[in-house]
């Protein structure tokens, strides 16, 4: 399917195990982003990737770990997941030269 | 990190009824993009506004642009149960955008 897609849409996991979600998108847009959406703050970036091979971090970066092998790939992994990473999460990716940003459907995390 | 503060932060109204959201920030935007949020679903852009003072048109949506660069609104006109969502602006700053938290929408019929 064309587009922006997550995966997986709704995760349940404990405190300390690791989670990894995907985000694969078609259009070959360069940019790449993963926020985290919390009541009361909006979207918050946590990473974001200009180009395959490179990364940056955004607002809230902490306890998240990316990579970009691929440019239509842009996985996002908590390495030991924590109560305070119960949100949802959000990619999006965007063409260089253009200001919209596609957001995906967003994956829901529990952290137990 | 320029910090945007969107109000009010929950609005309900009939159907037929206008209603105004704001944005504001107290230091300038370079460009500030409204988007529209459905449950379940990510953020959708609406519009990108660039220069101060600018008025864009979208249906019965309105967004203007403060002329100093650091306030936008959104007006809805003869509000439809459609137009229920949460709307969130952002600012642009080198292609990431910082969001504010947003003002949810319900319009009932």
């Known amino acids: 399917d064309a587009g922006i897609t997550q995966s997986p849409r709704y995760k349940i996991t404990e405190t300390g195990r690791q989670v990894t979600l995907m985000c694969h998108q078609t259009?070959?847009?360069?940019?790449m982003f993963w926020y985290r959406q919390d009541l009361g703050h909006g979207l918050r970036l946590i990473y974001y990737?200009?180009?395959?091979?490179?990364?940056d971090k955004g607002e809230v970066p902490d306890g998240y770990v990316v990579s970009r092998s691929k440019t239509e790939n842009f996985p996002l992994t908590l390495e030991s997941a924590t109560r305070s990473q119960t949100s949802v999460y959000f990619c999006?990716?965007?063409?260089?030269?253009?200001?919209?940003?596609?957001f995906g459907p967003g994956t829901r995390l529990l952290v137990l | 990190t320029q910090l945007l503060e969107q109000s009010p932060q929950f609005l309900s109204i009939q159907e037929g009824e206008n209603l105004t959201v704001y944005c504001n920030s107290s230091?300038?935007?370079?460009?500030l993009q409204w988007y529209r949020q459905e449950p379940g679903e990510g953020p959708v852009l609406l519009v990108t506004?660039?220069?101060?003072?600018e008025v864009k048109k979208l249906k019965r949506l309105t967004f203007q642009f403060g002329d100093a660069r650091k306030d936008s609104s959104l007006h809805i006109t003869a509000a439809q149960p459609g137009d229920t969502g949460l709307y969130l602006c952002?600012?642009?700053?080198?292609?990431?955008?910082?969001f504010g938290a947003g003002t949810q929408v319900v319009v009932t019929p």
């Open positions: 999006a990716s965007k063409g260089g030269d253009i200001k919209t940003q596609y």
């Open positions: 259009w070959s847009h360069s940019y």
């Open positions: 990737s200009a180009a395959a091979d490179i990364t």
């Open positions: 230091s300038v935007f370079s460009s």
């Open positions: 506004v660039v220069t101060g003072g």
């Open positions: 952002a600012s642009d700053s080198w292609g990431k955008l910082q």
